[in-house]
């Protein structure tokens, strides 16, 4: 069933022509940019993308601005946080405190985090949208941190094997 209201050939379903009354394209370039085109490729040089023969540099070399301050501080605050929370972990796995290991345990969020803002930060400056000054900083905490968390897990690890238990004995 079609609709009775369309016919064939309707003129509002009929391709418009872009020519002008005289037939005339209003669009069109001209005869200008067809020997603009001709001279310019019997000069032009096999390989269109290369850089031009006067210019002895790179064609294009990006600059960046610097968008976002180092975050160096804040990742050694968050280490020292974790380096405290190793201490204790291997405190109470030597020394048999008693203390539980859940409290260690809590160190590794704050680790774990670290190892990743870092990681972002080192990729951001090399790519230069973040302040470079702090990449030492920001280097000395990503490698404490990965240390720290290597040595609360295995502290966790020890302590899980020798039967502490999670919470301190009377915490309940």
């Not at 064939?8 to 067809?34: C, H, M, W």
């Not at 020394?95 to 590794?108: A, C, D, Q, T």
């Not at 502290?155 to 502490?164: F, Q």
């Amino acid at each position: 069933m079609s609709n009775p209201l369309l016919r064939p050939d309707d003129p509002r379903f009929r391709k418009q022509q872009i020519s002008q009354a005289d037939g005339a394209n209003p669009y069109a370039e001209g005869d200008g940019v067809l020997e603009a085109e001709a001279d310019a490729a019997s000069t032009r040089d096999k390989n269109s993308f290369a850089a031009p023969a006067s210019s002895g540099g790179r064609p294009f070399v990006p600059q960046y601005e610097v968008t976002a301050d180092h975050r160096a501080g804040l990742l050694l605050i968050l280490t020292s946080i974790t380096i405290l929370a190793s201490g204790v972990a291997w405190l109470t796995a030597t020394s048999f405190m008693l203390v539980g290991w859940l409290l260690p345990l809590i160190g590794i969020v704050p680790s774990i985090a670290v190892v990743f803002l870092a990681a972002d930060d080192l990729r951001t400056m090399r790519l230069g949208a973040r302040d470079p000054a702090g990449r030492t900083l920001t280097l000395l905490a990503l490698w404490l941190s990965a240390f720290t968390t290597i040595t609360i897990l295995t502290a966790t690890g020890l302590m899980i094997y020798w039967g502490i238990s999670i919470l301190p004995p009377g915490f309940l």
